[in-house]
């Protein structure tokens, strides 16, 4: 069945290296996938996205790749800074849908 | 940009009692919105699809008759957890994605947290 997971469940980083974080996914279905970040006591905050017809999207700090030949997503962090500090989970959309499957989350640790 | 609200932002309850939380869309209309839980230290999980006009669709094993929605206007959907028990405390989370972009991009609130004693 559907499944979505995350390599590693925590990740710690010194402040200004570059973090990344993994994700797979099962459906192969999925033409959407997103990148949130979740700080403790909020909802989940939009970071990236990317359409199953790229490969590649850079934002402010951050690049999502996408790999659908072995469904893996990956979320790149340049220069890490301590307010990126937080739970990172990456969402896949169901078939066409707007509903999604979020992956169990990465906890990154930024530290001075 | 485009904003989701939700209300209550936390609420504790008796047991048996029920609870509504709404979500809103306060710059955009969204003909279908999503209800997540989220127990702590987990993942969102997706329990139900807030159609307005028509009935939710919801996730295998959630209790359509224990968590009511009805998405009433295309700003508006309400999550209504009837008799809750202890077990139904969690984070509730609701996301909409704006009618007129068609960018296929989701807004999230900002979670209601439920406690149920």
């Known amino acids: 069945g559907e499944s979505v997971g995350l390599h590693l469940p925590t990740l710690s980083v010194q402040e200004g290296d570059n973090s990344i974080i993994n994700c797979a996914y099962s459906n192969s279905a999925s033409d959407y996938f997103i990148w949130y970040k979740q700080e403790s006591g909020k909802g989940p905050q939009f970071i990236i996205d990317i359409r199953s017809n790229m490969d590649k999207r850079q934002g402010q700090r951050v690049t999502v790749l996408l790999n659908k030949t072995v469904k893996h997503l990956s979320l790149q962090i340049a220069a890490t800074q301590p307010g990126d500090s937080a739970v990172y989970f990456c969402a896949v959309s169901r078939d066409s849908g707007y509903a999604l499957n979020f992956g169990k989350g990465t906890s990154l640790l930024v530290t001075p | 940009g485009a904003v989701v609200s939700q209300h209550p932002s936390w609420v504790i309850c008796k047991s048996g009692t029920s609870v509504k939380i709404e979500c809103r869309s306060l710059?955009?209309?969204?003909?279908?919105m999503f209800w997540y839980r989220q127990f702590p230290k987990q993942s969102l999980m997706l329990m139900a699809t807030?159609?307005?006009?028509?009935?939710?669709?919801?996730e295998q094993g959630v209790e359509k008759d224990k968590f009511l929605i009805n998405h009433a206007s295309l700003t508006l959907s309400t999550l209504t957890v009837t008799s809750a028990h202890p077990e139904d405390s969690s984070f509730y989370i609701c996301?909409?994605?704006?009618?007129?972009?068609?960018?296929?991009?989701?807004?999230f609130g900002e979670g209601s947290r439920l406690t149920v004693l």
């Open positions: 710059d955009f209309q969204a003909t279908t």
């Open positions: 807030s159609n307005e006009g028509s009935k939710a669709t919801y």
């Open positions: 996301s909409a994605n704006p009618l007129e972009r068609g960018t296929g991009e989701l807004f």
